[in-house]
């Protein structure tokens, strides 16, 4: 069984940083998409930023130039930095993978439990 475990959640000020990580266990077999989404009140769940096992990206237009999506294919781990946060940032950031688990079966959409971002002074 594949889990994602996040971690790097809190409150922050706006205009500060922080940096959430994702990192996935179990039966791996190969790691395709990985990356984030979140979800505020009110509201549906949106992409945030996706990194392919390539290295393509893709960034959502509200956080352009503000946040970036990393993975250390190594460690089985994706990072997303946060800089110039903003209230409207504030959400609940779950980890996104596609992970094949063994190679004679399909790969899988898997989710982490969510990390709350909190930005406010």
């Known amino acids: 069984q594949v889990q994602l475990v996040e971690s790097g959640g809190g409150l922050v000020q706006p205009g500060g940083s922080l940096t959430l990580s994702c990192a996935a266990s179990g039966s791996i077999f190969k790691i395709y998409t990985s990356g984030w989404y979140r979800q505020a009140p009110g509201k549906e769940r949106e992409l945030v930023a996706t990194?392919?096992?390539?290295?393509?990206?893709v960034i959502a237009n509200s956080v352009k130039g503000r946040f970036t999506i990393s993975r250390d294919n190594a460690k089985n781990t994706v990072y997303l930095r946060m800089n110039s946060l903003l209230p409207e940032d504030t959400a609940i950031y779950y980890c996104?993978?596609?992970?094949?688990?063994?190679?004679?079966?399909?790969?899988?959409?898997?989710w982490g439990q969510g990390t709350q971002v909190t930005v406010s002074s």
């Open positions: 996104h993978a596609l992970i094949q688990g063994f190679s004679s079966v399909p790969p899988r959409d898997y």
């Open positions: 990194v392919a096992t390539g290295g393509n990206t």
